[in-house]
């Protein structure tokens, strides 16, 4: 990782750093595709799979591998998983502008395109409440917000919009109840899961105090035309029927210093994004600036996704 | 503690019922080791990553305003000085189309009536179609400082990299700046409808290399 | 002969016993084997479509199988209760029932750990969270430690239950001073189980329905209510199959100690409807839900209803002595006892503690034709083990079943 070119953005160097290790271990993974073992329809090499972060950095890069030749003869087009680790004085967080959002779901469906949500059992990673304007007197009562307002257009007459997805707690439960450690605390924040380690259990679900978790149902289905190939080990790779899933801030995008697919979807510039140990970037200067709030602020979750108005 | 007869001087039982408890003791804390050996793994801990840092942030991009409307532009093509009208009045034969929803704002409040082609700071100063922020920014001054620290306004691209902003009027009318409704995409399924494809083979939608 | 030869030679004989019997026996082995068999295709159906074959989903994502895992944990640790007075306080009567209550426990750990099996969407993954072999989070999930408590009390009470019958089956007196301290430590873990699994419920910040403190307390009220129901009845029917002795009075004892734990029952659900109701905060939304319904419809409020006027009149029956000691009448307040608690400390906890969602969405939950028949195959293997292991048992009591020192072989020498 020394000699870098500090010049060029920070997804250039990840994905052409990729492109080599990529191109190194498939030549040796090939070579082993012939074994006797590709009969097996069960596949003992994921069975066996070690925990995420216990594997070892050559254990990764197999993994990855493994995961893009899957992936590639499922979806008959080259995918990319990156395994992309957090940079250093880093810790993500979020801005929603309650004033300005207008319900219009346009976050809900571009991260669905850009997480590859199963289209079929419907997943949802973004739930937009709709609440009375006359309610708020009362302050946001999330049991009184409506995910399936179907106006004609947007905002409606006297409502407004609180979109929810992960809070990326700070003090999660979630974390806390997964029985197998399989759900933990990124350095930079984000809240992930090993999908290949998830036993399915739900009890993070219950633990969230956000709905922000949502199980694999059925079989997930992702027409292989609307896949999204770029993906993560811990974010948008296509995940198994049976475990938890979640949003991530779009891991494979914001360490490579992009924004979230919502940001960028957004029509009206209501989600905001940056680095909160960073002085200067913009979700500081809202946190500085505007009034915020987090959801259930009682439980102490210390969520690091603020809403924020006026 | 037992039924039975008197105790002996040479207590079998207890003997035994030490050693019973001293095996219970020791399988006990066996099992709670066993299940300690992974404990450092916390729900906080992540893996060792190697390093990364950022790079020196590269400059914003500012994403251009759009071009003025064509049928329109110039200005000068039509407004000829002679017949020119600072009368604030309901517009009837010209731009009977445009919606004027800006306060108490009338066209010369921004365009120039002298140089139609330009728009008009409180100033007097002059400035072309492509600068027209700068007279925004005169009034909303506030906005100003929040678009600058991205807080108002829409970007793309990067956070930490080239990043696209946008002026005022990407997003916004000038003549009618307060947003329009637009229409909703589709809620989500209840849950009683996500049945998925139960009777579908799970392998039913992959796509198969030929 | 070296005792693991002896100790085969009692396998083989209990094999022998449980293919032998009565017409009865055989129709009731034959419908518990048919049970199963409908549920093992039901979880085929589930293995191979996914759990969207229940009708769990996310706004409410725990449900039926949970439901049972909690009531089972109560039948489970409802062994303590026979326990305690039978050892500790050397009561006679009722210490010939102590064994078939632990048979009981027994059946009803094997079938909580197969509600938890078939409720995990990835059941091949279930040794991640092993010592060793996998990464249990521990000790911050509680889910680990109810898998380390349900485990060792299974192997401590399927321990003594082996030791003491094959005692019996060698007709040899059990070595009290052994095999008492492991009797002990059961009872503490008994406790454990059940406070464990309400601790587990208990601990979620987002579901302020089971964050209660009372929680753990009215988990064990309920489950002395209806293990000891559950056994009074077993017990009627067991020594009306098999010749075991098993005295009307141990009957009543246990009819009395349900006047006392459903009385502490029907307490704390009292407690808990005054603190819902008389401070209302938005919370209460959960227990409107529970006793009237949200929306439209009534949802589950009817199964709310008739499990407190069951407790009710069962707790009438068992604190009038005139009642309760005829025994028929008793039976019927077990019954009512074990509904009361199987809709209550089940569903009746599940469902208010998930509807309206964490995000205030109502989903009106009614389990899956599949699920409920994985359910009744797992009640069917609680079921069977229970029956095999009491013929087992009660052959060796009766002395049908006894260690032989090989006469005939023996002699011949």
Not at chain 1, 97 to 106: K, P
């Amino acid at each position: 990782m020394k000699n870098r070119d500090d010049r060029v953005p920070l997804d250039a160097r990840g994905a052409s750093r990729r492109r080599f290790l990529r191109g190194a271990a498939a030549a040796g993974a090939s070579a082993l595709a012939a074994g006797p073992a590709s009969a097996l329809s069960f596949d003992l090499e994921a069975f066996f799979q070690k925990h995420f972060r216990e594997m070892s950095q050559e254990d990764i890069e197999a993994l990855q591998t493994r995961l893009e030749r899957k992936y590639e003869s499922r979806y008959g087009k080259p995918f990319n998983v990156a395994s992309t680790g957090p940079i250093d004085g880093v810790v993500y967080g979020y801005g929603l502008d309650i004033g300005r959002c207008i319900g219009c779901r346009r976050c809900v469906y571009a991260c669905v395109e850009e997480n590859n949500q199963s289209r079929d059992p419907e997943i949802h990673w973004i739930r937009v409440l709709e609440f009375e304007r006359e309610h708020a007197l009362r302050g946001i009562d999330l049991e009184e917000g409506n995910p399936y307002y179907d106006h004609e257009k947007v905002p409606a007459e006297g409502k407004f919009y609180v979109p929810i997805a992960c809070q990326m707690c700070e003090d999660s439960p979630c974390t806390d109840v997964c029985p197998t450690g399989a759900t933990w605390e990124e350095p930079d924040g984000i809240v992930v899961i090993d999908y290949d380690w998830c036993i399915g259990c739900r009890y993070c679900i219950a633990s969230c105090p956000y709905g922000a978790r949502h199980f694999n149902w059925g079989e997930p289905q992702i027409p292989a035309d609307e896949v999204n190939p770029d993906t993560h080990v811990l974010g948008n790779r296509p995940r198994p029927r049976g475990v938890v899933e979640k949003c991530t801030f779009c891991i494979q995008r914001v360490r490579n210093g992009r924004y979230p697919a919502c940001v960028e979807a957004c029509p009206v510039g209501a989600r905001k994004f940056g680095n909160l140990l960073d002085p200067n970037s913009e979700i500081r200067y809202l946190l500085a600036n505007k009034r915020t709030f987090v959801l259930k602020a009682e439980l102490r979750t210390q969520p690091k996704f603020f809403y924020f108005y006026g | 503690m037992e039924t039975e007869a008197p105790r002996e001087p040479h207590d079998d039982g207890a003997r035994i019922r030490t050693t019973t408890w001293f095996v219970l003791g020791i399988a006990a804390m066996a099992v709670l080791g066993l299940f300690s050996v992974r404990c450092e793994l916390g729900p906080n801990v992540a893996r060792e990553y190697p390093s990364r840092t950022l790079p020196p942030e590269p400059q914003p991009v500012l994403m251009s305003a759009p071009p003025p409307d064509e049928d329109y532009y110039p200005c000068s093509d039509c407004h000829e000085l002679e017949d020119r009208n600072p009368q604030p009045r309901e517009l009837e034969d010209e731009h009977d189309d445009l919606e004027l929803a800006h306060g108490d704002l009338w066209c010369l409040s921004c365009h120039d009536l002298a140089d139609s082609d330009s728009l008009k700071l409180s100033d007097e100063t002059l400035v072309g179609f492509d600068e027209s922020w700068r007279l925004c920014t005169q009034c909303h001054g506030n906005k100003l400082a929040e678009w600058r620290a991205g807080v108002h306004g829409k970007r793309t691209g990067y956070w930490w990299g080239p990043k696209e902003y946008r002026t005022c009027i990407v997003c916004h009318n000038p003549h009618s700046p307060a947003w329009k409704p637009i229409e909703p995409l589709p809620p989500p399924r209840p849950p009683q409808q996500i049945a998925g494809r139960v009777r579908a083979e799970p392998s039913e939608v992959r796509h198969e290399e030929p | 002969m070296s005792p693991l030869v002896q100790f085969w030679r009692f396998v083989k004989g209990s094999l022998a016993v449980v293919t032998q019997g009565s017409r009865g026996y055989f129709a009731w082995v034959v419908l518990l084997l048919a049970v199963i068999a409908v549920g093992v295709w039901a979880y085929a159906n589930q293995i191979q479509y996914g759990l969207i074959t229940t009708n769990m989903r996310d706004q409410l994502s725990w449900g039926f199988y949970i439901g049972n895992f909690a009531f089972l944990v109560g039948i489970a640790a409802a062994a303590v209760v026979v326990v305690i007075p039978a050892y500790v306080y050397r009561w006679g009567p009722i210490r010939e029932v102590v064994l078939l209550g632990e048979l009981v426990a027994v059946a009803a750990i094997i079938m909580c750990i197969l509600f938890v099996t078939v409720d995990v969407g990835r059941p091949e993954r279930i040794w991640h969270m092993m010592p060793l072999l996998g990464a249990p989070n521990f000790p911050h999930s509680l889910l680990v430690w109810d898998i380390l408590v349900l485990t060792s009390y299974f192997v401590i009470n399927y321990f003594i239950v082996t030791y003491l019958v094959y005692m019996a089956y060698r007709g040899r007196k059990y070595n009290a001073a052994f095999i008492l301290p492991i009797i002990f430590l059961s009872i503490p873990l008994a406790i454990s189980i059940h406070t464990v699994t309400a601790f587990l419920f208990m601990g979620l910040k987002a579901r302020p329905f089971w964050n209660s403190a009372l929680l753990a307390p009215r988990f064990l009220a309920s489950a002395f209510c209806s293990g000891p129901a559950l056994l009074v009845i077993v017990f009627q029917i067991l020594r009306r199959v098999r010749p075991i002795e098993i005295s009307d009075a141990a009957l009543r004892k246990l009819g009395e100690l349900l006047a006392y734990t459903m009385a502490a029952n029907l307490f704390f659900l009292g407690c808990e409807v005054f603190r819902e109701f008389y401070s209302a905060s938005a919370h209460v939304i959960h227990a409107e839900f529970q006793w009237w319904g949200l929306e439209e419809g009534h949802g589950i409020a009817g199964y709310t209803w008739f499990a407190l006027v069951s407790q009710v009149i069962a707790f009438v029956i068992f604190v009038v002595p005139e009642l309760r000691n005829r025994l028929p009448i008793l039976s019927v307040g077990c019954v009512l006892a074990f509904a009361g608690v199987y809709i209550e400390k089940g569903l009746g906890l599940l469902l208010p503690g998930m509807t309206p969602d964490v995000i205030g969405e109502v989903y009106h939950y009614n389990p899956s034709l599949n699920e409920i028949l994985i359910g009744a195959g797992v009640w069917g293997v609680g079921a069977l083990l229970f029956t095999l292991m009491a013929k087992v048992s009660s052959a060796i009591s009766t002395g049908e079943f006894r260690y032989q020192p090989i006469e005939g072989s023996y002699g011949r020498w």
